[in-house]
């Protein structure tokens, strides 16, 4: 007969409850056709795909953070897979030699290195949690309103990155169009800008989200940093030392002038993490399965002017400058 730990009984007890909880709130959540070919449930002002709906509200109260813990949270498509290739080359440069072949990132996908929360608990996975190494590195898509509470109690680090809107609405529209399963349709892609411009996309509005994250940035900047893809793009070397410095592992002199961190600007260039073989081949994920090569496709800052017209980004401007006005944000 087959036993369960404490934890494990108690994670599956809380899912159940979740799934219940679900259930009675399908006839009071708000639904929508999603940006792809899922659904979306709009649960606390914010959109979440239909699958990652009960697991959210799983870790919200299961997941137990410890001080040491980096959270990276991230609007989707906006850098994510990139950014956790960074922060892992960064926290790790001590145990693996950024330049050697048989370096991790060069061997695996980043997010086997850099696990999302809710892809652990979309496995059954909770055990996965205790018996990673410190500082753990474990991301998240969700507002920081929706972040568990042992997160924003415990101390531990938010790295928080978004995108140019524009940017991430056609990449996610790329991206949903390779993983899209044989027979489903895809949500028009007028339709689904109209939808975007009214607040839809996955784990936004998006703007909502971004607000979130910066305002908390403003008031506790020792606990979350908030970076933007483009300026990744436009400086990688100055940010990775800014990274290092905010996650407390800052590069010594003798690092500066050994070249440590051209080595791992080398080593985390997307054009050779594309090239990864696993990043190419192979899928992830439990409850809906992805395809690696979905996660690296262009990096391309204005990507969205060979598929929005100018009318249609004038929209998105405005919209953008409404929502975030006097905040300090701005794109």
Not at 21 to 40: E, N, R, V, W
Not at 149 to 167: E, F, H, M, Q, W
Not at 241 to 246: D, N, R, S, Y
Not at 288 to 294: L, P, Q, T
Request: hydrophobic share 35%.
């Amino acid at each position: 007969m087959k036993t369960f730990s404490h934890d494990t009984q108690e994670s599956c007890n809380c899912l159940e409850k979740t799934n219940l909880q679900l259930q009675a709130m399908t006839s009071i959540i708000q639904t929508s056709k999603g940006l792809g070919f899922t659904p979306y449930y709009k649960y606390e002002n914010f959109w979440y795909p239909e699958h990652l709906l009960p697991v959210t509200l799983d870790m919200q109260a299961t997941f137990k953070a410890q001080p040491s813990d980096i959270i990276l949270a991230t609007m989707m498509k906006s850098g994510t897979t990139w950014l956790k290739a960074i922060i892992f080359a960064v926290v790790n440069r001590h145990l693996y030699t950024n330049t050697h072949k048989n370096h991790p990132l060069l061997k695996s996908s980043p997010h086997d290195c850099f696990p999302f929360i809710h892809s652990i608990y979309e496995k059954n996975n909770q055990n996965q949690l205790d018996s990673m190494p410190s500082p753990r590195l474990l991301a998240v898509h969700v507002p920081f309103s929706h972040l568990p509470a042992s997160i924003t109690d415990s101390g531990c680090k938010v790295v928080y990155l978004c995108r140019n809107p524009k940017d991430a609405f056609v990449s996610l529209r790329h991206y949903l169009e390779k993983m899209k399963p044989v027979g489903c349709e895809m949500t028009p892609f007028d339709k689904a800008f109209e939808m975007f411009c009214q607040g839809v996309f996955p784990f936004g509005p998006f703007w909502d989200q971004m607000l979130e994250y910066w305002t908390e940035s403003i008031k506790s900047p020792e606990k979350v940093l908030f970076l933007k893809y483009e300026d990744l793009k436009e400086d990688l070397a100055d940010n990775i030392k800014k990274l290092a410095e905010f996650l407390g592992c800052s590069f010594s002199a003798e690092e500066v002038k050994r070249g440590v961190v051209e080595e791992i600007v080398q080593l985390c260039d997307f054009e050779t993490m594309k090239n990864v073989k696993a990043n190419k081949e192979g899928e992830h994920g439990a409850l809906v399965r992805f395809k690696n090569s979905g996660f690296f496709r262009k990096g391309k800052i204005g990507d969205w002017k060979d598929h929005i017209t100018p009318d249609m980004a004038e929209r998105v401007d405005k919209i953008i400058e409404q929502k975030l006005l006097g905040s300090g944000l701005m794109f």
